[in-house]
């Protein structure tokens, strides 16, 4: 088990691992970044840039000096937990228990599980290196956007969307999230692996999250100020 320093920065996944800092990202096929990346012994493939994406171009949306980034490469050869009450993320083998357990598809290294948003149970890919979740067009059609913002997506570069907040239900709790709408070139890209929604770190404002690609689970523990919601 390896423990590191964890924090968000304007909702960001960061990771403190031996002084480099790194946003974790379960959308991103392999780990981006210049220099080896030795986890618990073993040696993670660590390459310069993936589909577009930097550490450069990824500093300037999260607004902090990034080192790398964490991708799937790394997820599927370690369980992923993350307590952001701790400020702790942990590297391991095994998984703890947790409260909320969903089934986890691996989709080429992409973690999707079943959610229900607006009302609507779809399957969605679990993209944690977004500040926002993202749905098509079609799903807010008919509801006003509170406010606009920015994102950066491999294949598309920078882009700016409105932002609507939409009902997630997780477990037994309802929670209002932030959802841009995806840009047509990733829209195709879920369409071809029948998802409808991409759920960002925002979960992480809710959750303690545990997950396993090899064991096919996502754990959510509520955070004691959401327990009554």
Known sequence: MQQYAYRTVNGYPIANIRGRQYLLDTGTPFTVGSQPLVIDGELIEVRREVL??????MSEFVGCRLD???GANLTDRFVVRIDPVAESLVLDQYLDTASI?????NLGGLPSVRQTVAGRQ?????FLGSHLSWVSA???ADREPVAYDREYFSFTGEIHTPVYHLPVLIGRQRHDMRFGVM???IQAMVDMANVSALIGSELLDHYRL???MQEELLLLDPLVSDRTH
């Open 101 to 105: 357990e969903i089934e986890v598809n």
């Open 122 to 126: 779809i399957r969605a890919f679990l």
């Open 68 to 70: 790398g980034i964490l």
């Open 138 to 140: 079609d799903t807010v």
């Open 52 to 57: 577009g994406i930097t550490s450069d171009k």
């Open 210 to 212: 545990s997950l396993s």
């Open 183 to 185: 840009p047509p070139e």
